[in-house]
């Protein structure tokens, strides 16, 4: 339980990646995190790209994001909705301005690019954005976990254990 | 790493309960186990009830347990097919009859049932199928994991968690 106390925000919107957003939130709270669920509605239940439901804890404008201490972002196509919110633009740059750990993996680094947080960054992602995190200004990696200082990134759905395992590690201190 | 060299059977038939079949297989492998995923045929892709494939490496009778350290039972409805095969029940009762570790969650514990292992054990499942396992003579509790001997057993979803770190204490040693 290395990490009671610590909140957590896991961001969703529909057509999530259902195991990239599942296995990291039933992960952590299996090591004393909360995780809250966090989209566009409370109370709504969203479901993945095949079919794993997720109801949400509250809506965007419901948390402060200072109030926690790290933050999620799934894949699937998830992300290329989350990326128009501005409070979640807003949470990514809280969250990076603080120092604060943000875990992406998948398609997930399209939010921060869209948050402009990632110029001069090293990321890794699915093959398939890499491209736009190379012209967002990153340094694109190959593995399987890439840390750049509070910026833990994650390749696709088998890489999820080791994932999982450096972002407590980091939250852990 | 603590399941370096550990050798695990993840059974698994249509219709499994999604995150019960993923979430030990993932875990497992980032403690170092390999996780074979075995069913009816081999090479086919499996869907999940809610719709996450899976692909088996092998298929029952390609197997021989004596050469694994554990199996897993997924729930889902998955085990209402999976307790109509000899080799499936040969596979439980060798695991038993040899003392390894078998683990079942939400309504795996038919496939023990009809595997003859249940009487006098205590176990818990999905409320679902309580009755079912009283009337195998097992002593039910609610609780999110319970282990008799060796094996351990959860109810549902939100306890993959713990059902994991005990599964994997044991496993260790």
Known sequence: MQLQGKKIIQLVHNDFEDLELWYPALYLRGEGATVDIIGE???KVYEGKHGVPVKTDYEFSDIDPSDYDA?????????????RFEEV????????????????ICHAGWVPISAGIINGREVTSTHAIKDDLI???????DEAV????????????PDLP???KTFTEKLAG
């Open 162 to 164: 080791f994932y999982m």
């Open 71 to 83: 933050i999620l972002v799934p894949g699937g196509w998830a992300p290329a909705k989350l990326r």
């Open 89 to 104: 633009k807003n949470m990514l740059r809280h969250m990076d301005e603080s120092g604060k750990l943000i875990g992406i």
């Open 135 to 141: 012209n967002a200004g990153a340094q694109w990696k």
């Open 146 to 157: 890439v840390v750049d200082n509070n910026l833990v990134s994650s390749r696709r759905p």
């Open 41 to 43: 509605k409370r109370g």
